[in-house]
C-alpha cells in the first residue's frame, strides 16, 4: 500500500510551485494565472527515512526501496467548484481517490503574484475551499439518501442506513466536514460512507506557504492557519514551496547543509510525509537483505500475517511465523546474526501486532 495525498487550494496559492519540488523535475507548469493545471498531475516520492541508511550502511545490499507517497496536483479550485465553477467537479472527483489532502494556503505578501480575490487571508481562503468539499459531499449523500430511502421501504434492514444518512446530511449542512461528525466509530457510519468515499472524511493537512522571509517566526497568517488547524483537529506545517523548489535538485548532503544555513532541521516536503504518515496511522517496517533493504507501509495495529500480504498475498495465506527484531537491536547488534547471537531475535505468531521500526523475515508456506 501507499499513501496518497492530493494538493488542492485556490489559484495562485503555490501547489504547482511545491509540486515541482516534489517530483525534483519541473512536470508541473507553475504560471501567474488560474487554472494553469489542467489535468491532474501525478509523482511517486520516496518517503524520507533515516532507518532505510543505517540498515543500508550494514547489510550492504545491492539495492535500497524506499517506501512511496503519490502526490496528484490538482488545479486551483474557486468558489462554485461543486456546482462546476470554474475547473469545478472534474477535480472535486480527483480529490475523491486520495487517502489524505495537503490544502496550500497562502501565507505571504507578494504584489506580483496576484489572488484570486485581491487580497492575502488565509481563513478566508480555507472557508473557501472547505465550503466546497462539504457542498460536494452534500450533494453526493443526497444521492445515495434517495437510493436508500427506496431501498428501506423494501428492506427495514436499510433504513439504520438512512437513518445515519440523514444525521450526518443535518452535520454537513452546518458547514463541518464528516470528519468531525460525532458517529464516524459505528458499523453503519463505516458502512454508508465506503461507497460515497466522502471527501471531507478525509485527514487534511494545511501547508502555510510562506516566502523566504517567513521561514524563522510565524508571522500573523501562519499563526491563524495553526489556530484554525488544532481547532479542526487537522495537522498544520509551514513551507516555503518556492525554497523547496530551489532545493529539488541538490545532493542529499547540499540539502542538509542548506537547510541548516535556514535553521531548519527538515524540509517542509518531508514534513508533510511524515504528518500524512501520523494522520493516516501508517507505519513502516523493513526487510533487510543483500539483495534489497525495503520500507514497507502499513496500518499501525496490523498483525504480522496482514503485514506481510503487502509483500505478496501468498504471505499472508501461507503465514507461518515472523522472525522479527526491533530495528535498534538490529543496528545495535550489527545486523541479523548479531541479533540472533545477542537473543535479541525474536520467533512471532499470527497474532503479533508489528511495530513501527520492525526488522522482519516471513516464513509462509506457498
Not at 540498515?55 to 545490499?61: E, Q, R
Not at 444518512?165 to 458502512?191: C, M, Q, V, W, Y
Not at 478525509?202 to 497568517?221: C, H, Q, T
Not at 546474526?337 to 521500526?357: F, K, Q
Amino acid at each position: 500500500m501507499a499513501l496518497s495525498i492530493g494538493i488542492v487550494g485556490l489559484p495562485n496559492v503555490g501547489k504547482s510551485t511545491l509540486f515541482n519540488a516534489l517530483t525534483k523535475d519541473q512536470n508541473a507548469v507553475a504560471a501567474n494565472y488560474p487554472f494553469c493545471t489542467i489535468e491532474p498531475n501525478k509523482a511517486i516520492v520516496a518517503v524520507p527515512d533515516r532507518r532505510l541508511d543505517q540498515l543500508s550502511d550494514i547489510v550492504n545490499p545491492q539495492r535500497l526501496q524506499h517506501a512511496i507517497v503519490e502526490f496528484t496536483d490538482i488545479a486551483g479550485l474557486v468558489k462554485g467548484a461543486s456546482k462546476g465553477e470554474g475547473l469545478g467537479n472534474q477535480f472535486l472527483s480527483h480529490i475523491r481517490e486520495t487517502s489524505a489532502i495537503v490544502h496550500v494556503v497562502r501565507c505571504f505578501e507578494d504584489d506580483s503574484i496576484v489572488h484570486v480575490d485581491g487580497d492575502v487571508d488565509p481563513l478566508r481562503d480555507i472557508e473557501v475551499i472547505n465550503t466546497e468539499l462539504v457542498l460536494a459531499d452534500i450533494q453526493t449523500l443526497e444521492n445515495r439518501m434517495t437510493r436508500l430511502d427506496k431501498q428501506a421501504r423494501g428492506d427495514k434492514k436499510m433504513q439504520p442506513l438512512l437513518d445515519m444518512a440523514k444525521r450526518l446530511l443535518d452535520h454537513l449542512n452546518t458547514g463541518l466536514p464528516a470528519i468531525l461528525f460525532g458517529g464516524r466509530e459505528s458499523d453503519d457510519f463505516r458502512e454508508l460512507t465506503k461507497e460515497t468515499r466522502l471527501i471531507s472524511l478525509k485527514p487534511v493537512i494545511y501547508a502555510a506557504n510562506v516566502d523566504e522571509d517567513g521561514l524563522g517566526e510565524d508571522n500573523e497568517y501562519v499563526m491563524a492557519v495553526r489556530r484554525f488547524a488544532a481547532e479542526h483537529h487537522a495537522e498544520a506545517v509551514k513551507i516555503c514551496a518556492k525554497i523547496e523548489e530551489e532545493m529539488a535538485g541538490m545532493t542529499d548532503e547540499e540539502r542538509g547543509e542548506f537547510l541548516e544555513s535556514l535553521g531548519q532541521s527538515e524540509s517542509g516536503l518531508d514534513q508533510i510525509i511524515h504528518h500524512g504518515y501520523h494522520a493516516l496511522g501508517l507505519i513502516s517496517y523493513f526487510t533487510a537483505g543483500v539483495k534489497e533493504v525495503r520500507a514497507w507501509t502499513i496500518e499501525r495495529g496490523w498483525k504480522a500475517p496482514k503485514a506481510a500480504s503487502v509483500i505478496h498475498d501468498d504471505f499472508e495465506r501461507g503465514f507461518i511465523r515472523a522472525e522479527v527484531v526491533a530495528f535498534d537491536d538490529f543496528v545495535g547488534c550489527r545486523g541479523e546474526s548479531g541479533a540472533r547471537a545477542a537473543g535479541r531475535l525474536r520467533t512471532e505468531g499470527r497474532e503479533y501486532l508489528v511495530g513501527d521500526g520492525d526488522v522482519m523475515h516471513f516464513l509462509f508456506n506457498v
